[in-house]
């Protein structure tokens, strides 16, 4: 059964990057061929795509994000990661990862609070 | 810039039908969005119910189904029960490997 756990610091100062990573178990992220995606939502809102990456290291970015976020897999640790650059409080948000097949599976989410 | 739009709120009597929508402030919604519906209720991951359009998930009931009416997806749920009321959010597929959300919908049962 797959799973996916996102796991990283809930708590991170203005201007400095969230770091976050996912650990998939249940299949493997270079044989699914599927893409792996970040989706955050901040409080009392809605929904937001991040973004998402092939094992392969292939990635597409929210236009919105694009210039503050990268993407990484590990193979070896069947995990990808997240880093946002510059956050401010407006990055505040419970962070989802998810495994972007026909029918998205989603992981549990992580709070992540931009404060000082 | 190209926006996904949802009713803020819808509400539906128990046992009722209502429909749901997703559509884009530029443009129609077609079969090439991919559009998918997540249910949602407070503190818990979204469950996802529909893909690529009207593709139903894994344990989801047939209460629940995805269609195109006219320019935008649509998700209608029959039979209306106390517990479908949650918020939904629809995703759609723009292009160039994007996927954006709509504002979710705040459905009511009463």
């Known amino acids: 059964q797959l799973q996916l756990q996102e796991s990283g610091p809930g708590l991170v100062k203005p201007s400095e990057t969230l770091s976050l990573t996912c650990t998939v178990s249940?299949?493997?992220?270079?044989?699914?061929?599927?893409?792996w995606g970040w989706i955050r939502q901040p409080p009392g809102k809605g929904l937001e795509w991040i973004g998402c990456?092939?094992?392969?290291?292939?990635?597409y970015f929210s236009p919105s994000l694009k210039s503050r976020v990268t993407m990484s897999v590990d193979m070896s640790k069947n995990q990808f990661s997240l880093k946002l650059s510059s956050v401010t409080a407006a990055d505040t948000a419970v962070y989802y990862c998810?495994?972007?097949?026909?029918?998205?599976?989603w992981g549990q989410g992580t709070l992540v609070t931009v404060s000082s | 810039q190209t926006v996904v739009t949802q009713e803020p709120s819808f509400s539906v009597s128990p046992g009722g039908t209502v429909t749901l929508t997703c559509g884009l402030t530029?443009?129609?919604?077609?079969?090439?969005?991919?559009a998918s519906w997540y249910q949602q209720t407070p503190g818990q991951a979204p469950r996802t119910l529909i893909y690529?359009?009207?593709s139903r998930s894994s344990g989801v009931p047939d209460r629940f189904s995805g269609s195109i009416l006219g320019n935008k997806a649509a998700l209608t749920i029959t039979g209306a029960q106390a517990h479908d009321e949650s918020d939904y959010h629809c995703?759609?597929?723009?292009?160039?490997?994007?996927?954006?959300f709509g504002g979710g919908t705040k459905l009511t049962v009463l």
């Open positions: 998810a495994r972007l097949s026909s029918g998205w599976s």
């Open positions: 995703v759609l597929f723009l292009g160039s490997g994007v996927w954006v």
């Open positions: 690529n359009t009207n």
């Open positions: 530029s443009g129609s919604v077609s079969t090439s969005n991919y």
């Open positions: 249940g299949d493997s992220i270079t044989s699914s061929k599927s893409y």
């Open positions: 990456i092939f094992y392969s290291g292939s990635t």
